[in-house]
């Protein structure tokens, strides 16, 4: 008797190239700022320093100049969700929201004293990144210096190293990776200003500094050497703020992840609060204003509509400053039901908030001519489209206007 006998089949070879470390990542935060299909649109005029506060340009599509695009990405300003790679080169509209803004960033580099501290809120798709984007643009205009944040989430994700500060009592963390990281982003995006300042104090640090170093290369410095990296920013942030230093910028984005407890742990295995992490905690303090920029300058934060925690201490901050800025709005009570988070709370409770609301139908037919004139929309932009597009994206919010008029054309 004869049994069948098949034969197994060898497994095949893998031919194909993995992934080098980290690569699937850069191609996830790839960005596209060009598309070379698309027209260019005559007559697009750039943002200039000058122009910065002029209500002229108001629902206006403004163009931003190459240099300050290169600083930009050097921030991680530009995200992967937005509309940069439809359209020939970056330019954001110039809505009333950013008119406000340019206007206080003027008064500001006039007087060269003031800080505006401010929460940017909103419905989901309404611009509130693309906001800080300008404001960020309009200080590199101006020459400040600017440190940007670009998620707060990958401050608090347990996704980077952390260690216990020594001599911190109660035990803060420091990120040493993600400092050396965003000292590497302030030397890049603020080289030319940077360059012109030269190291002028003691610092106690652990590795020898010429004394006649300039500050973009102290910065480069402590970039290659991550267990000082901290002892470092604390150095630049002394010499930044020192007496006819420059106005300084600070933006986060996605704040509500740093409003509670993180995902790290203490050696006791407990949530460590967002707070006790020392790179949150120094903007928290710039935030609330127990830091303060004697130079002047701006702190940006902006929540996020998606893909975000919920903090009931942040939203209640929110409400509230909203309601002590509105003439006649009662202010809301906190439930005493309920635990509030009081390091959360009390970090926002003296901020300023802007409320992000749909484009008005004036704004809304700017960026409906800039879509056109770059061909990504090929109709006629008169009143009766304006109108009907601005009703289907909910009142102009200029994500949704963008996906009914150059994404999803319907």
Known sequence: MKSLRIAKKKPTQDTGRKPAPGERKAMRKRIV????????????????????????????????????????????????????GLFRR?????????????????????????????????????????????????AFMKEWVVVNFPDAKELVINHTAYDHAPGTNPPQYVQKDYTAQLLRQISTANEAVLDKMKLSQKHNLPIPVPEDITLRAFAELGAKDRDSSWQFLQALWKELIKPGGPPIMVCMDNLSYIMGNSKYTDRDFKPIHSHDLLLVRHFTDLLSG??????????????????????????????????????????????????????????????EVQRLRGLTR???????????????????????LVSEKWTISSGGIIG???????????
């Open 290 to 351: 127990n830091t303060k920029l004697p130079n002047g300058g701006m702190v940006l934060a902006a929540t996020s509509g998606s893909c975000s925690p919920k903090s009931e201490a942040m939203e209640f901050a929110i409400k509230a400053k909203e309601a002590q800025q509105t003439p006649g709005a009662e202010v809301p009570q906190w439930n005493p039901y309920l635990a509030r988070d009081e390091r959360s709370y009390n970090s926002l409770r003296d901020a």
């Open 400 to 410: 949704e206007l963008e996906r009914s008029t150059v994404k999803y054309r319907i």
């Open 362 to 384: 004036e704004e809304a037919r700017g960026i409906m001519e800039y879509y056109a004139a770059s061909g990504m929309m090929r109709r006629v932009v008169d009143e009766n």
């Open 33 to 84: 700022l060009s598309n070379t299909n698309a027209l260019e649109v005559p007559g697009l005029r750039d943002l200039e320093a000058s122009a910065i506060g002029d209500a002229e340009f108001e629902n206006q599509v403004m163009g931003i100049p190459g240099p300050v695009v290169d600083q930009l990405r050097a921030v991680e300003a530009f995200k992967t969700n937005q509309g940069w």
């Open 90 to 138: 970056p330019a954001a509209l110039m809505r009333r929201d950013a008119i406000e803004l340019s206007k206080a960033i003027r008064s500001i580099q006039a007087e060269n004293k003031t800080t505006l501290r401010r929460v940017i809120t909103g419905e989901r798709a309404s611009g509130k990144t693309t906001l800080l984007l300008q404001a960020m643009s309009m």
